[in-house]
């Protein structure tokens, strides 16, 4: 298989993935990352009060923190699979350890603000309602990019998302055109 076939190829998968995980729902995040982040969670509250677990919420005394679909975050874990996967010119390898850092590092960080957000939530505090809503859409942004710009200079990424694909793709096109 010549490099320009290799290229293609390479492109057509990492896409192909893409689209398969993308089509049932995004299902697949939320089953896999719903019992990483709720029992974490669940035992960090356990260390500092009686609590119980009856699905999933958690219950602490008469609060019930129930975490639901936006709360584990499945789109976010997409997003940093999106940036990881449209990156062209990464070896399977270094591929497979930026997937699980990023995937790590974000599920860490939701663990942490979600016990945040519920040690807030139990003392009752009047400022819950405003700290619940900046983690949501302004934490959960700086949470993704703040992992990708992490990467990017962790693991010394020189191309961009898209943009180098399609710079790529129009090579590969223009390169055929000029050999016939």
């Given at each position: 298989m ?8 390479d ?5 192909a ?11 697949l995040?939320y ?11 669940y ?22 923190i129930?975490l639901?679909?936006?709360c584990i ?19 399977l ?7 699980l ?9 939701n663990?942490?603000r ?16 405003i700290?619940h ?13 703040g ?33 016939k």
């Open positions: 010549n490099k320009l076939s290799k290229q293609f190829l492109l057509l998968i990492r896409y993935i893409l689209i398969i995980i993308a089509l049932p729902g995004l299902w995040f089953f896999i990352f719903t019992p990483l982040t709720l029992y974490p969670v035992f960090l509250l356990s260390l500092f009060f009686d609590t119980s677990l009856m699905g999933n919420i958690i219950l602490i005394g008469e609060f019930p129930e639901i679909g936006a975050a499945g789109s976010a874990y997409y997003l940093l699979l999106i940036l990881n996967l449209s990156v062209p010119k990464i070896k390898q270094k591929r497979a350890k930026m997937i850092l990023s995937f790590a590092s974000l599920l860490i960080l663990i942490l979600i016990f945040f957000l519920s040690l807030v939530f139990i003392s009752e505090a009047s400022w819950f309602d700290t809503k900046l983690f949501w859409y302004l934490g959960s942004i700086v949470f993704v990019v992992i990708w710009f992490a990467e990017v200079k962790f693991f010394k990424i020189k191309e961009i998302p898209f943009y180098s694909d399609i710079r790529n793709l129009f090579n590969l096109i223009s390169k055929k055109k000029s050999k």
